[in-house]
């Protein structure tokens, strides 16, 4: 079982940044993909960002890009997505998982809340 850890969260002005940490029990240099997902209420969590972590290609969602920048450091076993130029429509609940062969793990989450 691989646990993940996000920190980072918090309350932010519109046009703020933050910066989100997943930490992983096990080395994330083998695995399949590591992402960040969000969710509001009433919702279906969606995919923001992801990357490979053998290649590192990355791929984001279109209303992140230009603004969101995921990257991984194997040696840290962290996935660390910074966001940039933050909206209110940024407000969820943000969760990272871990893709590795047939098995998905989830962390708990970790709130962001743009303000107006």
């Known amino acids: 079982q691989v646990q993940l850890v996000e920190s980072g969260g918090g309350l932010v002005e519109t046009g703020g940044s933050l910066s989100l940490s997943c930490v992983a029990s096990?080395?994330?240099?083998?695995?399949?993909?590591m992402g960040w997902y969000r969710q509001v209420p009433g919702k279906q969590r969606e995919l923001v960002a992801r990357i490979t972590t053998g290649s590192k290609i990355k791929w984001y969602a279109n209303f992140v890009k230009g603004r969101f920048a995921i990257s991984g450091d194997d040696a840290k076993n962290t996935v660390t997505l910074q966001m940039n130029s933050l909206k209110v429509e940024d407000t969820g609940v943000y969760y990272c998982?871990?893709?590795?062969?047939?098995?998905?793990?989830w962390g708990q989450g970790t709130q962001v809340t743009v303000s107006s």
């Open positions: 096990a080395s994330i240099a083998s695995i399949s993909s």
């Open positions: 998982q871990m893709m590795r062969g047939q098995s998905t793990y």
